[in-house]
């Protein structure tokens, strides 16, 4: 990521000189009113300025292609959910950060791996398990079983 230097720590003559560049001109010169023009200027060549959060002074010009370059690649997962009971809907229903998915059961579909990865296999419940002893007494145990079972078709592959 490329950083500009503070704009106002540029000396005035540095200040002109890339408004010039950008091809813009100020009637009446003033120091702020050529930073935020500068800044202005920067947005419409194709640069975002993001003030700096952890300093105030520091600016960053970054480039569109350098965030686009940094964006992760979407990964999926082909998966078949399978059905435990009859009761069961015929879709089970996650929430992840603020989104909702519907997701099918018994049919392939292709899921985000990281769905996959920070909430399906979280999802377990406690099941109360009868144990036929050999003198043929019968215990309840209890057994953590997956919430939605399912099985893996495709490994992971990137999204089109």
Not at 9 to 30: C, H, M, P, Q, R
Not at 57 to 74: C, H, N, Q, S, T
Request: hydrophobic share 40%; glycine share 4%; with cysteine.
């Amino acid at each position: 990521m490329s950083r500009a230097p503070n704009f106002y720590t540029w000396k005035d003559s540095e200040l002109i000189a890339e408004l010039e560049k950008y091809g813009v001109t100020l009637e009446n010169y003033n120091r702020k009113e050529a930073v935020d023009a500068l800044k202005a200027a920067m947005l419409k060549a194709g640069h975002i300025v993001i003030e700096d959060s952890d300093a105030d002074d520091k600016v960053k010009a970054i480039g569109l292609e350098e965030l686009k370059k940094d964006v992760p690649k979407l990964m999926l997962t082909r998966v078949v959910f399978h059905n435990t009971s009859e009761l069961d809907l015929p879709f089970i229903f996650i929430g992840h950060n603020g989104r909702a998915f519907y997701l099918p059961r018994e049919v392939e579909i292709d899921v985000p791996t990281y769905l996959l990865d920070s909430c399906i296999k979280d999802a377990v419940e406690d099941k109360m398990v009868q144990q036929v002893m050999s003198n043929g007494d019968i215990n309840w145990i209890i057994r953590r079983v997956q919430r939605f079972p399912y099985s893996v078709v495709k490994g992971s592959f990137p999204a089109p």
